[in-house]
């Protein structure tokens, strides 16, 4: 009877150790997507940068060859900016917040999202 108590005692304690690795695994892989989908996130980000802000001169260019001035021409564009700013900051809860929940949530919880279709289709 005591030699059956350990045992289950000693199995008890291997399924907690196990359980315990299983989370840390899933913790090291949620952080290890976390982190290469910010390093992704950043290195596009910077090259989409760069290429708004070329096409933004040559528009300015552009523009300012249409009006017959430079001035004109980066005005109309910052113009553009302006009204770009003004509909991100209506809209900004529809298409920034949502999709970054739902893409954090995917992140976190994988084979939760599995399951919702499966489940519900």
Not at 5 to 13: A, G, P, V, W
Not at 47 to 56: G, K, Q, R, Y
Request: charged share 20%; hydrophobic share 55%; proline share 2%.
């Amino acid at each position: 009877m005591i030699e059956d108590i350990n045992n289950i005692r000693k199995d008890i304690l291997e399924y907690i150790e196990i359980r315990f690795d299983l989370v840390r695994l899933h913790m090291a892989e949620n952080i290890s997507r976390m982190m290469s989908s910010a390093i992704n996130l950043t290195i596009i980000g910077y090259l989409l940068f760069f290429i708004l802000l070329f096409l933004s001169f040559a528009a300015g260019f552009f523009m300012g060859s249409f009006f017959n001035s430079n001035e004109l021409g980066f005005l109309f564009v910052a113009c553009f900016y302006i009204l770009v700013l003004v509909l991100f900051l209506v809209l900004r809860k529809k298409i920034v917040e949502k999709p970054v929940i739902k893409a954090i949530m995917k992140l976190f919880f994988p084979k939760f999202g599995d399951d919702e279709k499966t489940r519900y289709s």
